[in-house]
């Protein structure tokens, strides 16, 4: 499961996205990153899908 979130435009608010991506933290909190470019910010959050354990019946 992984959580995206940012916004177009604009300043950069590397405060802003951090609470963006405190608001998705359930979705995945094994990793995150953020990405700061020209008008754009991006973060997100991620679990590592080899720590699911299969349970099959």
Request: aromatic fraction near 8%; include cysteine.
């Amino acid at each position: 499961m992984c959580g995206i979130c940012g916004f177009v435009g604009g300043e950069q608010k590397t405060e802003v996205l951090k609470s963006m991506m405190e608001s998705i933290r359930h979705r995945g909190t094994d990793e995150n990153g953020i990405f700061e470019g020209d008008g754009v910010s991006l973060g997100m959050s991620w679990r590592n899908p080899l720590n699911v354990i299969w349970s099959v019946t």
